[in-house]
């Protein structure tokens, strides 16, 4: 089936520093990706949503310059924040619909610890 | 997108069957609904997804009555492995359209 793989899996990162999570469309092609974040006991927290070719889409609430999202090619989307701060911590999800078909496949998440 | 309420949390034991039930009291015409599956520090994962009646997959079944303002997601005999939260997501879901996550319910199997 189709596969949305998730790098790293884990990170932990100094404050001030930035931090780069990849979400790859193993074996089919995603013009639109979604970036979530979980934190413990919560729901998943939609953040962007990404666009090949253009620019992200941003929730309300959602600062687009400490979370910036790239998404250079069919299958690969990054999201990367920017001056990491402890309460950055949490679990980043994306995701993205491999048929159209309304089957949206998710990446494994990545664990971002900020210390 | 419609709106879903859902139990917090729900208990169970093994072999036991279990009946999720989803609220979208504001469903529209050309709304799906989906529920997912989350293990801690994973990702959701797609369980099934109906428009109406009935569906029957592998893993569970989903009931949806005439009105559709409400659906039930059957887990058969659930095991420990399916604790488990669960989420029930209504739209209109085309490939760009956004998934909006409700609380879910937090399903938790003894033995």
């Known amino acids: 089936g189709a596969v949305v793989s998730q790098h790293p899996s884990w990170v932990i990162c100094k404050s001030g520093t930035s931090v780069k999570i990849e979400c790859r469309s193993l074996?089919?092609?995603?013009?639109?990706m979604f970036w979530y974040r979980q934190f413990p006991k919560q729901s998943l927290m939609l953040m962007a949503t990404?666009?090949?070719?253009?620019?992200?889409?941003?929730e309300q609430g959602v600062e687009k310059d400490k979370f910036l999202i790239n998404h250079a090619s069919l299958t690969l989307s990054t999201l990367t924040v920017t001056s990491a701060h402890p309460e950055d911590s949490s679990f980043y999800i994306c995701?993205?619909?491999?048929?159209?078909?309304?089957?949206?496949?998710f990446g494994s998440g990545t664990r971002l610890t900020v210390v | 997108l419609a709106k879903t309420t859902q139990p917090i949390s729900m208990d169970s034991y093994e072999g036991q069957e279990v009946n999720i039930t989803c609220s979208h009291n504001?469903?529209?015409?050309?709304?799906?609904i989906t529920w997912y599956q989350q293990f801690p520090s994973q990702g959701p994962r797609f369980i099934i997804q109906?428009?109406?009646t009935k569906v029957t997959n592998e893993v569970a079944s989903l009931f949806i009555p005439a009105d559709r303002k409400s659906s039930t997601l059957s887990l058969p005999r659930v095991s420990l492995s399916d604790t488990a939260v669960y989420y029930c997501?209504?739209?209109?879901?085309?490939?760009?359209?956004?998934?909006?996550f409700g609380t879910g319910t937090r399903l938790q199997v003894f033995p």
């Open positions: 995701s993205a619909d491999p048929t159209g078909n309304y089957g949206y496949t």
């Open positions: 074996d089919f092609q995603a013009t639109t």
């Open positions: 990404s666009n090949e070719g253009s620019k992200a889409t941003y």
């Open positions: 504001n469903i529209a015409t050309n709304d799906y």
């Open positions: 109906g428009y109406k």
């Open positions: 997501l209504v739209g209109d879901f085309d490939n760009t359209d956004k998934l909006i």
